[in-house]
């Protein structure tokens, strides 16, 4: 896909990317497989099996994640998409996605801490004084500190404007911080000798609601005056017990408890929302990213058992003394396989053609197109790979019957670590309701239009190959639905308002993924298509064929979904946001 359908060698032309070429992107992409294979995928197991404890008031974690962290330092990982100015080596996001994508296949649970750490950094970065950055991206991303994003509070979940943490000026350069936050991914842990949070508060007087939200540095160790470390005023009150992802420790912080919690301010106040939106959408996309790369080992374990296991015979063979056959020989196990097989390869697509986009917008070719369609996917590119993956590696159980319910195999571990990603960095309803509330009708509806525009491409290319006029014609009418079915809910909301308007949000936002990646497939397929005219080798034939089955099957068993959810949303008449709520009550 790097190469052949998104063409990654082409942004060596502009400037920024021109001392890379397609040499250093395999050395690039060679390097993170054998990390991926060589380090994290022996532990992903072990790491479920013995999680990270809470000791001594901090979580205690395998001695690994140090060297991990380390390592990423070393090789440059964490800010390679750095300008050369600031340290980084302008690799392009096409490039780092990809890698990104292997490391979460080999264990997700140790790809938190420096996803988080890049985050944290990237926000001084871009919104935090000299001072700041002085003080602490060298260390970050050396490797040496690590970074985390604590926005949830007891009170505020998905509601961010009802965050209560408060933060008092005290003249002297930083602010004294208050409050309690929750379910903070790698919260405070000995994998670093010290853990820069990106805290929100509320400055003592700023106004009420998200207007009155900034964001802070709160360091586990501050700096003082003579330039040593000493320990700020921040309690790991403990770790949470999960079902799964549970070699990524989730912690309860207390900041303040004696009343000396130092914050240091971030960009100018009551802007904190605003910037941290920054580091959310970047974890938003490496949610997406990482479920498809669960959802992508748990398919491949399905695809190995499944070739190996004999089970059964096939339907029209009557003879039982015959041969037992593989259970991929088996019409069912073909079906779970190719929806596998069109989740993972089409959500892949989606989280490429967004990092193209990105690296589209670093040039500054159309930046203001490219940021458009950048923000209008990424509520897709979260979503689809976390509530398919779900049912991806669900089928990826099912597949292995018996075992695949039993801890002999990795497939049921990919499953319990996957069920996070629907709810991590902004649930599924959230994503929805900022798709369909914000981002369609942003800019006057052009992040929209230039997404069906988009689409619409691939299309023209499409229909011009007569085997491709079907799913070229049926893409087509799906984007037309789509474009009915919005028409429908404006007219709701001008009727009857946000509540009924957003009741249905994500059963709209499942419908626009779901055309989404129809049309990563059939650029795929145009792919395949062409290579096949050529003279492949025997392997490149059948991976290519390979992808036009998966291609049929996605459009023949999935694209009709659109069909009916368009007549859900389009009949359900406010079913849900009008329903009176004690008619759940029982008695």
């Known amino acids: 896909m790097l190469y052949e359908v998104f ?17 250093t992107f395999d050395m690039i992409l060679d390097t993170f497989y054998k990390i991926g294979s060589d380090f994290l995928y022996p532990l992903y197991q072990e790491l479920d099996k013995n999680p990270p404890q809470y000791v001594d008031g901090q979580a205690k974690v395998n001695p690994a994640y140090r060297e991990y962290m380390k390592m990423c330092g070393e090789v440059g990982w964490l800010n390679a998409n750095w300008s050369y100015d600031e340290g980084g080596q302008q690799v ?56 985390t994003m604590a926005l949830t509070e007891p009170g505020a979940g998905s509601s961010l404007a009802d965050i209560a ?57 501050r700096f003082i005056e003579d330039g040593s470390l000493e320990r700020n005023d921040i309690l790991c009150a403990g770790l949470e017990h999960k079902m799964g992802f549970k070699g990524s420790p989730i912690c ?36 997406g990213i990482a479920a498809v790369g669960k959802a992508t080992a748990a398919y491949y374990d399905a695809l190995e058992y499944t070739k190996q296991r004999l089970q059964g015979r096939k339907a029209n063979q009557k003879d039982p003394s015959s041969p037992q056959v593989p259970l991929i020989e088996h019409a069912d196990i073909k079906r779970m396989l190719l929806f596998q097989r069109a989740v993972c390869e089409g959500g892949l697509g989606l989280g490429l053609q967004l990092a193209k986009y990105t690296d589209l917008a670093e040039v500054g070719q159309d930046k203001e197109k490219y940021e458009l369609l950048i923000d209008f996917m990424v509520p897709m590119v979260k979503t689809f790979p976390a509530e398919y993956g779900i049912l991806s590696t669900s089928a990826a159980i099912q597949c292995l019957g018996g075992y695949g319910y039993c801890s002999d195999f990795p497939v049921e571990q990919h499953f319990r670590d996957i069920r996070i990603d629907p709810i991590h960095e902004g649930t599924t309803g959230i994503q929805a309701q ?29 229909a011009v190959i007569p085997e491709f006029k079907l799913q070229a014609d049926t893409l087509a009418q799906g984007l037309q639905i789509m474009n009915d079915v919005a028409t429908y809910l404006f ?11 957003l009741a249905d949000a994500t059963l709209y936002l499942e419908m626009v993924s779901l055309l989404a990646v129809g049309w990563q497939w059939l650029m795929q397929g145009i792919v395949a298509y062409n290579a096949l005219q050529g ?37 359900s008449q406010g079913l849900t946001a009008n329903m009176d709520v004690s008619l759940f009550e029982e008695e």
Not at 7 to 23: G, I, M, P, T, V
Not at 491 to 501: C, N, R
């Open 7 to 23: 063409n990654a060698e082409e942004l060596n032309q502009y400037e920024y990317f021109q001392d890379h070429s397609r040499e």
């Open 92 to 147: 392009p996001t096409t490039i780092t996605m990809a890698c990104s994508f292997v490391l979460a296949a080999a264990n997700c649970g140790m790809t938190g801490f420096p996803m988080l750490t890049t985050g944290a950094a990237n926000l001084i970065r871009v919104f935090g004084s000299q001072e700041l950055k002085d003080c602490y991206l060298e260390k970050m991303m050396a490797g040496e500190w690590q970074g």
């Open 165 to 221: 943490s408060t933060a008092e000026d005290t003249g002297k350069g930083y602010y004294k911080i208050k409050g309690q936050k929750i379910f903070i991914s790698c919260g405070d842990t000995d994998a670093t000798d010290n853990t820069i949070h990106l805290m929100l508060a509320r400055i003592k007087g700023a106004p009420a609601g998200v207007k009155g939200i900034s964001l802070f540095v709160v360091p586990k160790f």
């Open 252 to 287: 309860t912080l207390n900041m303040g408890e004696e009343g000396d919690c130092w914050g240091y301010l971030v960009g100018e106040a009551n802007m904190g929302l605003a910037y941290m939106f920054q580091m959310m959408n970047e974890a938003r996309i490496g949610v």
């Open 434 to 462: 900022d798709l369909l509330g914000r981002k369609s009708t942003m800019k006057k509806g052009a992040a929209y239009r230039l997404f069906m525009e988009e689409a619409g491409k691939t299309i023209a290319a499409a």
């Open 491 to 501: 007219g709701v909301q001008k009727e009857k308002g946000a509540e009924e308007f």
């Open 535 to 571: 003279q492949p080798t025997q392997g490149d034939e059948r991976f290519y064929l390979g992808k036009l089955q998966t291609l049929k099957y996605f459009f023949t068993y999935e694209i009709p979904r659109v069909n009916s959810l368009a007549h859900v949303i389009k009949t």
